[in-house]
């Protein structure tokens, strides 16, 4: 903790000399706030601070245009809770890395190996309704893309369907809310073939077989191309699989994607 | 445009129903702020509309407590600006899709093909100073993957080096900001070997063999993991290539990453 000084936020100090404010731990009444935040920048001033956060809940979002008059700006915000922060030193530039700015979607090729059909579907709600696509979605925050895209498949279509490598993914800009998105294609194998369609999201959903799917006129051309990319798995059977392994420093465990033989797997 | 009924925000209408005000085109002054803002909820409640989008910018973020009151959350904020939404359908569930929450970092393996040789780094201001490192770092919003890893090398060892294929990636959550996070590795052909290392950044920096980079006492399992698939992939030769195409209905550019030989290239 910082030196708590008369009337100043305490905060939280980080290792690169910085103080974070957190609204939960410090609430402060809107009548009183905009002098301690005067007091506390002083402060921090003084102590040659570096970057200053302050984390707002909804239910204190008045300390909001008291921080932007002084020049405070957004980093990022969800649900309940704002983050602003300054860069307090004068002469050096500022080195707080942007907030997270890419989506991340699965899509699943779910390859019936004898028949050489996968499963397909048509959403309800799409831009191009007629059109056939792969089952696929977003992945959830703090969701594995093995799991998101299994998860996918089996809302969508009611199949249960194993991931077994990943193929092809493409990376492209200005999406959804500005981010740039990352789309995954996986190879998946279906353990149960009857379709049950998820009839909200869904309008139709059947097994079509690979290369119809890949000449199919109501394919867009970007599936197409991710499609011609399983034409290619299919010959030399070299996939994007994945091992579990453990973050040597933080402890926490890694998914590690690489190019390897799935021929035997 | 929504139809305008006096007194109310105007907005624009999106294709889901749902409604957005910008703070740049409809400017409000605190005084009269919260009377539009509920005469527009009400005027909406009864138009059957869905999500109901604020984008606020920084000089104008005393709407943010007033809307806050009204059962409004955030749904990011960047900089200048804070996008909040409310639900309005009271049977229906809320369907709002997160907003991007995955870092994106790469590595990079500049390999010198006939001295088996990379380049290491070693960083200032790390936990682990003293252990080797590939160089990398965070893509730049709207970035490509590939132009950000031949960046960061020049940035911080001055070497020139051309994206050949990724090779592998590691995905991982609870990471900074709470977000998860993908760091891809890279192997790059150098075109110059000369070091010229960025002091801000790097302490040290040096060619050093691939099979000592994996038995090396300082480097982290994590990166002797990621090391020893450069290892596979100079047996098989199989890597993860790109292809630039063209988006079938927003026609932005998109880059595909697939599974390809990369002996003859």
Redesign the interface.
């Known amino acids: 903790m910082a030196q708590h000084q008369e009337n100043c936020f305490c905060g939280q100090v980080d ?1 690169y000399n910085g103080i974070t404010v957190d609204s939960k731990t410090e609430p402060c009444d809107v009548a009183l706030f905009p002098e301690r935040l005067e007091a506390s920048l002083n402060q921090w001033a003084k102590d040659k601070r570096r970057t200053i956060w302050f984390r707002v809940d ?2 204190q ?2 300390w ?2 008291e921080l ?1 008059k002084r020049g405070f ?11 602003l922060y300054r860069w307090l030193p004068e002469v050096e530039m500022c080195n707080v ?8 979607g699965v899509g699943a090729v779910v390859l019936n190996e004898e028949t050489k059909e996968i499963l397909v579907v048509r959403e309800r709600h799409s ?2 309704s007629t059109h056939w696509k792969l089952p696929g979605g ?5 969701e ?2 093995t799991t998101a895209v299994e998860r996918e498949v089996l809302e969508e279509t009611g199949v249960i369907a194993k991931f077994k490598c990943m ?8 999406y ?2 500005g ?2 998105d ?1 789309y995954t294609i996986s190879c998946l194998i279906p353990q149960t073939f009857d379709i049950v369609k998820c009839d909200r999201e869904i309008s139709e959903c059947k097994w079509m077989k690979l290369d119809e799917f890949i000449s199919h006129p109501h394919v ?3 599936n197409r ?2 499609a011609s ?1 399983v034409m ?2 299919l010959e ?1 059977g ?3 699989t994945v ?1 579990q ?1 453990i ?3 933080n402890k ?10 799935t021929k035997d797997s």
Chains 1, 2 share one sequence.
Do not use: W
């Not at 193929?167 to 200005?174: I, K, N, P, S, V």
């Open positions: 290792r909804l239910n979002s008045y909001i245009p932007t700006q957004f980093h990022h915000a969800k649900q309940e809770q704002a983050t890395p942007p907030y997270a700015h890419t989506n991340l831009i191009a977003y992945v959830e925050p703090g594995d893309m193929l092809a993914f493409r990376h492209a800009h200005r959804a809310f981010c740039s990352i867009h051309d970007n191309l991710l990319k290619e798995y030399h070299m996939g994007i091992t392994a973050h040597p420093i926490k465990p890694i998914s590690v994607y690489s190019v390897a033989d």
